[in-house]
């Protein structure tokens, strides 16, 4: 396999030179890592990543190459990928092509053959920053250039760039229940989390206003995971407060967790360098037992600001490494949340319960209607 020279230079003037990964071209994103040993299509095809720029710690990525069923979107969702080893041959015999073909057909651009470990040290110490890739020159004023017109992630709205453009219905429509799901960004797995639990959804578009998805009578609501910074998403947190006033079940997870919280009066911030990977320890309080995570986001809830709203929120998990927030419910409505992802199996399956959570509160929900 032939590579052409590439290079990667950091908003800081960092500089790192490797080989073509990929297509050949010039990508841009915010540069972030994820330190996950497997599922590597997963996380390129996650929503969450869009304009982003992806560190792999992982020294090997292509050699079990790729296939449609471990995908988690319709398409490749990352900006670019920066890894040690990149693997054009693979093992596996479920596989259908090599990451270079999958690529290629994606137009992903990338970088191999670097320091990757110099790479992620630097961003635990500066802080995630935007970044540039090139195999199409190696000309650093050229690309300085380019890279300064980056605009920087907090502030960006992006749900509404990955969202689907028109609603549409998923799982048995004879279900026990109806989930209006708000689509930030949403993760195929969370929606097979929630029909493999006897629920019928109605995926709609960021936007949608909550009169529009109550036309459809639903007996829960669900927010996505989703790229970009909620602070800047004043239209899905009206939604929300719409949907908390309602009084039907709620459930978030990821940016949808932060979305909740900026709807109950609650700020939220901009991470130093993110969390990013399969093995994050989060403490369930209620239990007090240990779940282990995925999880990939940039943002986190504020732990001052929910100190001030303690009447009507409650923590429920905490990050055991940093002690950020992990999850909310709210006190006096139907309406819970999450900052990592149970539909993912790291644990395998430590968090999968929440999806069961949500059911319960629909059920009960139900019978609450009843008895009145």
């Not at 069923?69 to 920066?82: F, N, Q, R």
């Not at 986001?297 to 998990?317: R, Y």
């Amino acid at each position: 396999m032939q590579q052409a020279p590439a290079v990667l230079l950091l908003q800081d003037g960092t500089v790192f030179y490797g080989k073509s990964a990929g297509k050949t071209g010039t990508t841009t994103g915010e540069l972030c890592f994820n330190t996950g040993m497997t599922g590597y299509q997963e996380v390129f095809t996650d929503p969450s990543y869009h304009r982003q720029i992806l560190v792999t710690t992982n020294a090997h990525i292509g050699n079990y190459g790729t296939r449609v069923a471990e995908t988690e979107s319709g398409k490749i969702k990352i900006a670019g990928l920066v890894c040690k080893n990149f693997t054009w041959q693979y093992s596996r015999q479920m596989a259908t092509e090599s990451i270079q073909d999958y690529f290629e057909q994606e137009n992903l651009v990338g970088i191999s053959d670097v320091d990757t470990r110099a790479i992620v040290r630097h961003i635990r110490s500066k802080g995630a920053m935007n970044a540039i890739i090139s195999s199409q020159t190696l000309d650093l004023k050229a690309l300085k250039k380019q890279l300064d017109q980056v605009p920087n992630m907090e502030g960006l709205e992006l749900a509404s760039e990955v969202s689907t453009p028109k609603p549409y219905l998923m799982g048995n429509a004879t279900a026990r229940f109806k989930v209006a799901v708000l689509d930030l960004g949403v993760k195929r797995n969370i929606l097979n989390s929630l029909v493999e639990r006897g629920c019928f959804l109605q995926v709609f578009p960021a936007k949608t206003h909550f009169v529009e998805m109550e036309k459809w009578q639903p007996d829960g609501y669900f927010l996505s995971n989703g790229p970009g910074d909620p602070a800047a998403m004043e239209y899905a947190t009206a939604t929300t407060k719409t949907i908390l006033a309602s009084g039907k079940p709620l459930f978030g997870i990821c940016l949808g967790h932060q979305v909740l919280a900026q709807a109950m009066g609650i700020s939220t911030y901009k991470m130093h360098h993110g969390h990013r990977g399969i093995n994050h320890p989060v403490k369930n309080l209620a239990t007090g037992r240990c779940e282990i995570t995925s999880q990939n986001h940039g943002f986190g809830v504020d732990a001052i600001s929910l100190k001030a709203h303690e009447n009507s929120v409650e923590v429920t998990h905490v990050n055991l490494n940093d002690d950020t927030i992990e999850g909310i419910r709210a006190k006096h409505q139907q309406a819970f949340s999450v900052q990592y992802h149970p539909e993912a199996s790291p644990g395998p399956h430590d968090a999968r319960y929440l999806f069961d959570d949500f059911v319960q509160m629909m059920v009960e929900s139900h019978q609450a209607a009843s008895a009145m």
